[in-house]
């Protein structure tokens, strides 16, 4: 099936297309100078799309101001109100999400559509597992339900020729993001958006994101994704980025091995590898980094990176090492410069 493709601000997504990061403010939209550094911030790392919650015109107006000054595309994220969602389409947003179940009835969705086409503004739309309500067991499978709420939706968009659609089908059990998402590739067009609808902190959140989530990336299933965690936003793309890599669905994104130290560490192993980390958010390479405790395994365990650095078994002394071979000794300053100097000429 030929899929759609279409433009999301500087964005393109679809058929062919990178699967897209994305992500969502967590304080209330009029806080603008705290969501446009976090939104940069994000968007430094991989942050292809930021989402924003607009509940009043206040946030209408703010959302308008963020868009201003960053540079990924904002989308608008509406329920209840439509005259909301057109406030944000006049704002110049680069995408709407709603819920077409609590938007205030089909008059209402179908002035959203008409207000979109004519901005040429792309619209995700929503059905999950918790707002499924007349849909809900009339079928056989929680997933059949699922895609029949969507279908009576889908109608309206198609009666109103709109193809600018995202999919959204999410639930927060993983288990049942298989069969929902196979069905829906199967069965529509659209560009999908892949995740749970909450998760939890960092290490469970990611651990259920990915159990949901990365079978269908290696099918090749997902337009975009979110690993929605109740933590800092940086955490999801870091998540984001690596089930996309083991996906191979990406091939600009780092990969860093980790040692968890023992009794034979004698370097201050765990600060150094989180400034590592930092400094790898920021680059876009297929290039392996290793940190290791000390000489014992190291090297040899990480023979396969690309670069790494380790404990020599002197305090405060590293040894830099590429493919398992040795470079030298450093002091730790001057054995992270050389270690970044690497990446940067990888």
């Known amino acids: 099936m030929e899929r759609y493709k279409f433009n999301i601000g500087n964005k393109m997504i679809g058929q062919g297309c990178p699967c897209l990061i994305q992500s969502m403010g967590d304080r209330k939209t009029t806080e603008v100078d705290y969501l446009v550094s976090e939104t940069n911030t994000l968007a430094s790392i991989g942050l292809d799309m930021m989402r924003f919650s607009i509940l009043d015109e206040d946030d209408t107006r703010a959302i308008k101001e963020i868009k201003k000054r960053t540079t990924v595309p904002i989308i608008a994220d509406i329920h209840f109100d439509y005259r909301f969602a057109l406030m944000c389409i006049q704002a110049g947003v680069?995408?709407?999400?709603?819920?077409?179940?609590n938007i205030g009835g089909e008059a209402k969705l179908r002035a959203v559509i008409q207000a979109c086409k004519e901005k040429h503004i792309p619209m995700r739309i929503g059905v999950n597992s918790g707002s499924l309500n007349k849909y809900r067991g009339k079928t056989a499978s929680k997933a059949d339900d699922i895609l029949l709420a969507l279908d009576e939706t889908l109608s309206i968009f198609k009666e109103e020729h709109f193809e600018e659609v995202v999919l959204s089908l999410k639930s927060s059990n993983p288990d049942d993001l298989k069969e929902i998402y196979e069905k829906a590739y199967s069965k529509y067009p659209y560009p999908l958006h892949?995740?749970?609808?909450?998760?939890?902190?960092?290490?469970?959140?990611?651990?259920?994101?990915?159990?949901?989530?990365?079978?269908?990336?290696?099918?090749?299933?997902?337009?975009?994704?979110?690993?929605?965690?109740?933590?800092?936003?940086?955490?999801?793309?870091?998540?984001?980025?690596?089930?996309?890599?083991?996906?191979?669905?990406?091939?600009?994104?780092?990969?860093?091995?980790?040692?968890?130290?023992?009794?034979?560490?004698?370097?201050?192993?765990?600060?150094?590898?989180?400034?590592?980390?930092?400094?790898?958010d920021h680059v876009f390479k297929n290039v392996t980094v290793a940190v290791m405790g000390c000489p014992v395994n190291g090297i040899g365990e990480a023979k396969?990176?690309?670069?790494?650095?380790?404990?020599?078994?002197?305090?405060?002394?590293?040894?830099?090492?590429?493919?398992?071979?040795?470079?030298?000794?450093?002091?730790?300053?001057?054995?992270?410069?050389?270690?970044?100097?690497?990446?940067?000429?990888?």
């Open 94 to 101: 680069d995408k709407i999400r709603i819920n077409p179940g």
């Open 194 to 280: 892949l995740g749970l609808t909450e998760s939890g902190f960092a290490t469970l959140g990611t651990i259920k994101s990915a159990l949901g989530v990365y079978p269908l990336l290696k099918e090749g299933i997902g337009d975009t994704i979110r690993i929605s965690l109740a933590d800092d936003r940086v955490e999801e793309i870091r998540a984001c980025k690596i089930l996309l890599k083991l996906a191979k669905r990406r091939t600009d994104i780092p990969d860093m091995i980790v040692c968890p130290t023992c009794g034979r560490t004698l370097i201050d192993l765990k600060p150094i590898s989180r400034e590592i980390l930092s400094h790898l």
């Open 304 to 346: 396969d990176a690309d670069f790494g650095i380790a404990g020599s078994g002197t305090k405060d002394v590293y040894l830099l090492f590429t493919k398992g071979q040795p470079l030298g000794l450093f002091e730790k300053e001057e054995a992270l410069q050389k270690l970044y100097q690497m990446i940067e000429e990888f």
